[in-house]
């Protein structure tokens, strides 16, 4: 049953982890149960909701509370969840959560993974994404798109924050991020264990194959670099092989890459795409 009414802000309890924001990111961290849940509140409106969201958002929130009835609900006007989400779309959803944090890899894993032959992995490999627009937007492509496995850097890499998951679209709720101390002596054990590394670069760069020339054929690690920087040289020292997504059109100087996230897309779903037509 909820607690308080949209004037109740003096009893409102005070946060004990950090404000998850978004229909999608809340329902999803309701749904998958990987954190702890302090408080749910919930925008007050006088009229009969009925949308389609709303309804879909009271009976995950009823369901939630039945079996954790400790979490209170909180109705509370619109002014009170924009200064909780520091005026991010809210969506009328807000829940007190605690946070995410990567997972440790097991190094041994590349071994097994590399090992199953019922399925051919495809891991992605994020070295030091740090804007949370794009680091919730590839993991949601890496999501949609059948990625086995993230790998970050424990350093210098976005952390899994709201905003990650509201611009993730609830996908970091579902996804574990594992990271490793030094990329770059993971993608040599990677190759090492037989698998193809592969680096992405602008159009151009010596030596590297256009997407579409490259196939999954054995385990791949597809490693995507820094916004502004790409791969650092260690990182690409490291990779089996570079590959580029080519233009459709002559591009004026300056102008020679995509967005990471939007790369990273493309870049997904050519190569699952290969996989499939191969088999």
Same mark, same amino acid.
């Given at each position: 049953?909820?607690?308080?009414?949209?004037?109740?802000?003096?009893?409102?309890?005070?946060?004990?982890?950090?404000?998850? +924001?978004?229909? @999608? !990111?809340?329902?999803?961290?309701?749904?998958?149960?990987?954190?702890?849940? &302090? $408080?749910? /509140?919930?925008?007050?409106?006088?009229?009969?909701?009925?949308? +389609?969201? #709303?309804?879909?958002?009271?009976?995950?929130?009823?369901?939630?509370?039945?079996?954790?009835?400790?979490?209170?609900? /909180?109705?509370?006007?619109?002014?009170?969840?924009?200064?909780?989400?520091?005026?991010?779309? &809210?969506?009328?959803?807000?829940?007190?959560?605690?946070?995410?944090?990567?997972?440790?890899?097991?190094?041994?894993?590349?071994?097994?993974?590399?090992?199953?032959?019922? &399925?051919?992995?495809?891991?992605? @490999?994020?070295?030091?994404?740090?804007? !949370?627009?794009?680091?919730?937007?590839?993991?949601?492509?890496? +999501? +949609?798109?059948?990625?086995? #496995?993230? =790998?970050?850097? /424990?350093?210098?890499?976005? !952390?899994?924050?709201?905003?990650?998951?509201?611009?993730?679209?609830?996908?970091?709720?579902?996804?574990?991020?594992?990271?490793?101390?030094?990329?770059?002596?993971?993608?040599?054990?990677?190759?090492?264990?037989?698998?193809?590394?592969?680096?992405?670069?602008?159009?151009?760069?010596?030596? @590297?194959?256009?997407?579409?020339?490259?196939?999954?054929?054995?385990?791949?690690?597809?490693? =995507?670099?820094?916004?502004?920087?790409?791969? #650092?040289?260690?990182?690409?020292?490291?990779?089996?092989?570079?590959?580029?997504?080519? !233009?459709?059109?002559?591009?004026?100087?300056?102008?020679?890459?995509?967005? =990471? $996230?939007?790369?990273?897309?493309?870049?997904?779903?050519?190569?699952? #795409?290969?996989?499939?037509?191969? &088999?």
């Amino acid at each position: 049953t909820p607690h308080g009414s949209a004037k109740a802000e003096q009893r409102l309890p005070k946060r004990k982890g950090e404000y998850l +924001f978004g229909v @999608a !990111p809340c329902l999803a961290a309701l749904q998958t149960r990987r954190r702890k849940v &302090h $408080a749910i /509140f919930v925008k007050y409106t006088a009229e009969k909701a009925d949308d +389609f969201k #709303r309804l879909a958002t009271d009976e995950l929130v009823q369901k939630y509370t039945k079996s954790n009835g400790e979490t209170k609900v /909180f109705r509370v006007d619109k002014a009170t969840l924009e200064r909780m989400s520091e005026k991010r779309p &809210h969506q009328g959803i807000i829940l007190d959560v605690d946070p995410l944090e990567f997972k440790e890899m097991n190094l041994s894993d590349l071994k097994l993974a590399g090992n199953d032959h019922d &399925h051919l992995p495809l891991w992605l @490999a994020l070295d030091e994404i740090q804007d !949370p627009m794009n680091m919730g937007a590839i993991l949601r492509c890496a +999501f +949609f798109l059948g990625v086995d #496995r993230i =790998v970050v850097t /424990f350093k210098n890499c976005c !952390p899994l924050t709201p905003v990650v998951s509201k611009a993730s679209s609830g996908a970091m709720e579902i996804v574990q991020v594992y990271a490793v101390g030094s990329m770059s002596g993971m993608l040599k054990l990677a190759s090492g264990c037989g698998w193809d590394v592969v680096g992405t670069c602008g159009s151009g760069e010596q030596g @590297a194959l256009s997407l579409q020339s490259f196939s999954l054929q054995r385990p791949t690690l597809l490693v =995507v670099g820094n916004e502004g920087e790409g791969l #650092r040289p260690s990182v690409v020292k490291a990779c089996t092989q570079l590959v580029t997504i080519e !233009p459709c059109r002559q591009l004026p100087p300056g102008f020679d890459s995509l967005n =990471v $996230a939007v790369a990273t897309g493309i870049l997904l779903h050519t190569l699952q #795409r290969s996989s499939v037509l191969a &088999h």
